[in-house]
């Protein structure tokens, strides 16, 4: 058996079809369905059975997790306690193989899809969303669902910003920016070799880019020193 398995976590309301192109795309081992109605989840499970059969080698595993009344001022906190519970469960249940978390943002009601993101945020884990196909004809089932770039760096930029030299930059340029390489070698009082080695950690994980007028911070860069607590200095 592999040391990994993909996971889907996926909000879907009247409409199922969402989940069809991540199914194709990532191929799941298990399937989180967050919906309002037990009967939602029901018509998705059947989808999964029969007519998007194709899309994986072994039928997945589903688990259903109701959160009633999407719509009241509390969805979001409730969705995400939901989430948190469907990913502690499958953590203690698998927590000898590598989990590949795939988080959706479409379905569901628009509280649904926000607290979705926010959970995926907390996570840090990777997001898609779902195209409509009737709008896509000539595009496959599995390239209707496209990674969001942003989430897909909170990873390896949140990795970046552990490093204190990478941090000091990343803050100088969010405050100040955009400045030049001159600019944060004298903010360092370091070399210029020290300054390289703690942006390059913060170009690669797409946290700061180049323009014509310097360095600035972009828009996972600003969001992951919102999550971390930024203080200005």
Same mark, same amino acid.
């Given at each position: 058996?592999?040391?990994?398995?993909?996971?889907?976590?996926?909000?879907?309301?009247?409409?199922?079809?969402?989940?069809?192109?991540?199914?194709?795309?990532?191929?799941?081992?298990?399937?989180? /369905? #967050?919906?309002?109605?037990?009967?939602?989840?029901?018509?998705?499970?059947?989808?999964?059975?029969?007519?998007?059969?194709?899309?994986?080698?072994? @039928?997945?595993?589903?688990?259903?997790?109701?959160?009633?009344?999407?719509?009241?001022?509390?969805?979001?906190?409730?969705?995400?306690?939901?989430?948190?519970?469907? %990913?502690? !469960? *499958? !953590?203690?249940?698998?927590?000898?193989?590598? @989990?590949?978390?795939?988080?959706?943002?479409?379905?569901?009601?628009? /509280?649904?899809?926000?607290?979705?993101? /926010?959970?995926? #945020?907390?996570?840090?884990?990777?997001?898609?969303?779902?195209?409509?196909?009737?709008?896509?004809?000539?595009?496959?089932?599995?390239?209707?669902? @496209? !990674?969001?770039?942003?989430?897909?760096?909170?990873?390896?930029?949140?990795?970046? /910003?552990?490093?204190?030299?990478?941090?000091?930059?990343?803050? #100088?340029?969010?405050?100040?920016?955009?400045?030049?390489?001159?600019? *944060?070698?004298?903010?360092?009082?370091?070399?210029?070799?020290? !300054?390289?080695?703690?942006?390059?950690?913060?170009?690669?994980?797409?946290?700061?880019?180049?323009?014509?007028?310097?360095?600035?911070?972009?828009? %996972?860069?600003?969001?992951?020193?919102?999550?971390?607590?930024?203080?200005?200095?």
């Amino acid at each position: 058996m592999t040391d990994e398995i993909d996971v889907v976590l996926q909000p879907v309301g009247r409409t199922p079809g969402v989940l069809e192109a991540p199914l194709a795309k990532y191929k799941p081992q298990i399937v989180v /369905l #967050f919906t309002s109605v037990q009967s939602y989840a029901d018509m998705t499970i059947q989808h999964i059975e029969h007519s998007w059969r194709t899309h994986t080698s072994r @039928i997945p595993k589903v688990i259903v997790k109701i959160v009633e009344k999407p719509w009241t001022s509390d969805t979001v906190d409730r969705y995400m306690n939901a989430f948190d519970e469907a %990913v502690s !469960e *499958i !953590e203690t249940e698998f927590k000898s193989k590598i @989990i590949k978390w795939h988080v959706g943002t479409a379905g569901g009601t628009n /509280l649904m899809a926000i607290a979705s993101a /926010l959970s995926a #945020f907390t996570h840090r884990f990777p997001v898609y969303s779902s195209l409509d196909s009737a709008h896509n004809p000539k595009s496959k089932t599995e390239d209707l669902a @496209i !990674e969001i770039e942003l989430f897909t760096n909170l990873g390896p930029g949140y990795k970046a /910003l552990q490093r204190s030299r990478s941090m000091k930059i990343m803050k #100088f340029i969010a405050k100040n920016g955009p400045v030049f390489t001159s600019e *944060i070698i004298k903010h360092l009082e370091g070399s210029k070799q020290n !300054e390289s080695s703690g942006r390059k950690p913060l170009v690669d994980s797409g946290l700061i880019i180049k323009t014509k007028s310097g360095w600035i911070s972009t828009n %996972v860069g600003k969001s992951l020193l919102a999550m971390m607590d930024y203080e200005e200095e």
